[in-house]
């Protein structure tokens, strides 16, 4: 599989068929998503109801793409849209559908979100733990795999917990606590020439995995 998948690729997925509801894209969409994305079909949703905010909006998203395993989180999400419906009641703007778009990606906290039409295509980017920011439109029109959207997701988790402020307190105190064990071991290995620098590099350690097992006891209360 390439190291990209671009918007001609989605477009693909409808070339060549005609179309007279919305949800004749989402299925067959949903039905090809698999093989273009080398996922499995379980990973590929549709339908799914997302916490709404706005009720001016829908909560049903067309189609989502999860992450394989247990706990699942959303990479991707699709909006399909009937091209001659947004001609007819939206005067050829996709504005409104690319909003209905933008809601669920955030809804959901997808890194990735698809606007899919029969005649259009557009692909935006969403920052993973920021729902301030607007999200960006790709001008290049491709997302990466599915292996780097997972990548890119697990580095945006890493971030988000790191930059939040009671964990960054736990880390700091996390670091002084290291250094200063590691200190006091240096000052008693000399002290005591029969104890090897292994051994207090174990107790360094089990005193270490201690510590952070009981910080992040009290984050999760």
């Known amino acids: 599989m390439g190291k990209f998948i671009y918007s001609k690729d989605f477009s693909k997925l409808l070339e060549n068929r005609t179309f007279e509801k919305e949800e004749e894209i989402r299925d067959l969409v949903a039905a090809k998503l698999p093989e273009l994305l080398k996922v499995k079909k379980e990973q590929v949703e549709m339908e799914h109801l997302t916490t709404s905010f706005d009720f001016t909006l829908s909560n049903r998203a067309d189609v989502m793409v999860k992450t394989d395993g247990e706990f699942n989180k959303v990479i991707l999400v699709i909006e399909c849209k009937l091209d001659k419906s947004i001609e007819i009641f939206k005067g050829e703007s996709y504005e409104d559908a690319a909003k209905q778009l933008h809601k669920y990606c955030q809804d959901v906290r997808a890194p990735y979100g698809v606007l899919l039409s029969d005649k259009f295509c557009g692909i935006w980017h969403y920052k993973y733990f920021d729902y301030d920011r607007e999200p960006e439109r790709i001008e290049e029109n491709r997302i990466p795999d599915v292996n780097k959207i997972v990548e890119e997701m697990a580095l945006a988790s890493l971030m988000d917990v790191v930059a939040h402020p009671k964990t960054s307190k736990y880390m700091y105190l996390l670091v002084l606590f290291a250094y200063a064990l590691g ?5 008693v290995s000399v002290y005591l020439k029969k104890i090897t620098n292994p051994l207090f590099a174990l107790l360094l350690l089990v005193a270490t995995i201690a510590l952070v ?6 984050i999760q209360k």
Not at 183 to 187: H, Q, T
């Open 183 to 187: 200190y006091v071991a240096s000052l």
């Open 213 to 218: 097992v009981y910080l992040v006891k009290d």
